[in-house]
């Protein structure tokens, strides 16, 4: 339930990146799901192997690559994905930046929500 619940939340955030940064459009909730999702296995499945691959640069640059890998992560999901699109790579740093601050504000409230008994 929790993770059906996050999902949807970053579905809305997704669009609400959209609504905030004309860089990123998103043309339904269909598609902010859909896009949602596959951002979701891009982190899970990629990130972990670019993060190995990149660790002297990252550790070089003391940690801000990682913004890098983000952006390409996002930019690589509209990609693949027709209705959501990012209009190159400063557009896909400042969407990706703006939705890992929207998830955080997920993770924190879901973390409230959750931990009350």
């Known amino acids: 339930m929790r993770l059906l619940i996050k999902w949807l939340l970053s579905a809305f955030a997704l669009l609400a990146v959209a ?16 896009a949602a999702a596959v951002i979701g296995l891009l982190n899970l499945l990629v990130r972990p192997v670019l993060v190995i691959l990149t660790l002297p640069i990252t550790i070089v640059t003391l940690g801000l ?12 999901a509209s990609g693949l994905l027709t209705g959501f699109h990012v209009n190159g790579f400063l557009a896909a740093l ?15 409230i879901m973390g409230e929500l959750f931990s009350r008994k």
């Open 19 to 34: 609504y905030l940064y004309p860089g990123v459009q998103v043309t339904t909730y269909g598609s902010a799901l859909l």
């Open 65 to 76: 690559f990682l913004f890098i890998i983000n952006a390409l992560l996002f930019w690589a």
């Open 94 to 108: 400042i969407g990706s930046l703006l939705y890992s601050l929207a998830g955080l504000v997920i993770h924190l």
